[in-house]
């Protein structure tokens, strides 16, 4: 009898924590698809010359029904989000399980990481485009309470961005508990504006019917395809629910979307396709039309605030995804600034972060309105959706074991879908959709050049190091000075004698008592336990190697990892410590391994490249660094 009250209260507090963590994901992971019906729509009727008749509002109302039930709920809510690297999502991790499966076949291996790459290229063209088209949308309302006020709606949207931008150094942590109440406001208020509609017209209901979605297409053949690139609008932000699955978890996101986020976005776009059946004309703006005239300044205040939110994830996650980056050795070292002490991950790139509003502000002062953005934003959106689908793939055939057929079907069933969007987008290149790929393209150079040249340099420092056993014993030969202390070098080849060490030896003339050659090992999973973080071995003559080992979300701290490693008999005491770093200088081959070109382009990233001693969080005033120089 006893324990009933301790099973109940602890299943209200397992209740509670679910409830806390839906509504938090509903304020983070569906701003983006959230804030869809505000364009959508106005896309597809307003800029394909589609008539608003009642079978063709009825064919595209089933387009984005079946396009939220097939990729949203099907492929990522129940399939890929089971695709988890010990509960983290997202290209990066889905991409370190795919490599899994390739470690032996060096080709496999270089195509899948190119996809993930790739990938993750064109979420930053996601980043720039988001933030443009949902403020420029919101924005817009305002020529729609008033007409006269069209001229304020570009500088009104640029005022917008910039302190949205301004704003990141501050963190999310002060304002993150506002956006699921926000977010909850605005899918119900999009849900009920949508009834409103539905009631006056109910025939729209109809549209649950794929075989409207068929004979719309039949029907309308080369122009109905063509409108697919539209209609894939609604599923922007798709990608969200899997990046973000560490966060909150499968459960809370699932909750959210079948409980409230599709109900709601889809009975708005009912509501929005009954309001055309009705007036043609409404097809200017038929989200803002939709909602009473009484309701129009809130509506555009309300969907100002949605799309804040919805930027504010994906420039949040533009930050996430160059961490995990710079950790996996795919991008130079940033600055990074942890924005919340209780919060893990939450961290602010002042590189990323001004470049991403400069991008934002080219794009919106250069295409002037969302119709315009609308025809960039398809093209980056589906091809990230086709390599979740290849690599979501790779992972149920060799992770699962599944068979060949099921395997097939997966594949075949969700390709044939993404391939549809994809064609259909790839038309919209030269009226917009060329700016992702071409960011996607540059990004996805930048990271594979670094990653090519930081392989290069590390083959050319290796031939020319010395076997740290051959050192070691050569010191009982003769041997050098000792003074008191740990020194503490830097290598990414724990076998090998660093070149900081042999300068030290060279140029002072002394060797710590304490000597240690410290490696960071980047696992390919999220998080490291705290038990597995450290190794120690202790060699001959004082000398120790330590591996750190951190996962690709982890947070880098050196001097609280040596903390840790006390308990594995290295003793460590930080005023007495002194960690020597290499810097090297990169000089450029006429035949080099690279292109000169990317030679010169990888040398710009490496000397623009942060501190090491700053990304590992090791005081500055306990680092000497020794210069080199590298042929590449």
């Not at 589609?50 to 809510?77: D, Q, R, T």
Request: neutral net charge; proline residues 5%; charged residues 15%.
């Amino acid at each position: 009898m006893q324990n009933t009250p301790n099973g109940s209260h602890a299943g209200q507090q397992s209740s509670g924590r679910l409830a806390a963590l839906t509504v938090a994901a509903i304020g983070v992971v569906f701003g983006d698809i959230g804030t869809s019906p505000l364009y959508t729509m106005k896309e597809v009727f307003g800029s394909h010359g589609l008539e608003p008749s009642h079978a063709n509002v009825l064919g595209i109302l089933s387009l984005v029904f079946w396009a939220l039930i097939i990729i949203v709920a099907l492929k990522y809510v129940v399939f890929i989000m089971r695709a988890d690297n010990r509960g983290e999502g997202g290209i990066m991790a889905l991409m370190a399980l795919a490599q899994r499966t390739a470690a032996k076949d060096p080709r496999a291996l270089w195509w899948l990481t190119a996809a993930g790459l790739f990938g993750a290229a064109l979420f930053y063209g996601d980043g720039v485009i988001t933030p443009a088209i949902s403020v420029l949308s919101a924005v817009e309302g305002v020529a729609v309470t008033q007409p006269a006020f069209a001229p304020l709606i570009l500088p009104l949207s640029l005022v917008i961005i910039v302190l949205l931008f301004a704003f990141q150094s501050k963190g999310t942590a002060s304002v993150g508990a506002l956006f699921g109440p926000v977010m909850i406001i605005w899918f119900i208020t999009l849900g009920v504006l949508g009834l409103i509609k539905i009631i006056e017209m109910p025939s729209v209901l109809l549209a649950l019917n794929p075989l409207y979605a068929f004979q719309f297409l039949a029907e309308h053949r080369l122009h109905g395809f063509l409108v697919l690139g539209s209609v894939v609008l609604a599923v922007t932000g798709a990608e969200a629910l899997y990046a973000d699955m560490g966060h909150f978890g499968r459960k809370p996101i699932k909750l959210a979307w079948f409980g409230l986020v599709l109900p709601c976005i889809y009975l708005n776009y009912l509501g929005q396709g009954a309001l055309l059946v009705s007036d043609p004309a409404a097809a200017r703006n038929p989200f803002f039309l939709l909602a009473p005239p009484w309701m129009l300044y809130p509506m555009v205040g309300l969907a100002t605030l949605a799309a804040i939110i919805a930027s504010q994830a994906v420039i949040s996650g533009a930050f996430s995804l160059t961490r995990q980056a710079m950790q996996l050795g795919y991008c130079p070292r940033f600055s990074l600034i942890h924005t919340s002490a209780r919060e893990i991950g939450q961290v602010y790139v002042p590189g990323i972060n001004w470049g991403l509003l400069g991008a934002v502000l080219a794009l919106v002062i250069g295409f002037k309105s969302s119709s315009a953005l609308a025809s960039a934003y398809g093209i980056a959106v589906t091809l990230t959706m086709l390599i979740d689908t290849v690599l979501a793939f790779i992972v149920v055939r060799s992770l699962w074991g599944w068979s060949g057929l099921q395997g097939g079907l997966f594949l075949a069933g969700f390709l044939i879908v993404d391939l549809a969007f994809v064609s259909a987008c790839s038309v919209k290149i030269l009226d917009g959709g060329w700016f992702p790929l071409t960011m996607g393209l540059g990004v996805f150079l930048l990271l594979a050049t670094w990653r090519r040249g930081r392989q290069v340099v590390a083959e050319r420092t290796r031939t020319d190091t010395i076997p740290l056993e051959l050192f070691i014993q050569s010191l009982f030969h003769s041997p050098p000075q000792r003074v008191s202390g740990t020194g503490i070098f830097m290598t990414t080849n724990p076998d090998g004698v660093p070149r900081a060490l042999l300068h030290n030896l060279l140029h002072n003339k002394v060797l710590h008592e304490r000597v240690v050659l410290l490696t960071v090992v980047t696992e390919d999973v999220p998080f490291v336990p705290e038990i597995d973080r450290v190794w120690v071995e202790h060699l001959d003559y004082g000398f120790m190697r330590i591996s750190v080992h951190y996962g690709f979300k982890d947070d880098p701290d050196i001097p609280a990892a040596l903390i840790q490693a006390q308990s594995q008999g290295f003793e460590f005491e930080m005023m007495e410590t002194s960690f020597f770093l290499g810097r090297e200088k990169l000089i450029p081959r006429i035949k080099g391994v690279m292109p000169m070109w990317r030679e010169r382009l990888f040398i710009f990233m490496f000397r623009n490249s942060g501190s090491a001693a700053d990304f590992f969080r090791i005081p500055a005033n306990r680092v000497v660094e020794f210069g080199t120089q590298v042929e590449l």
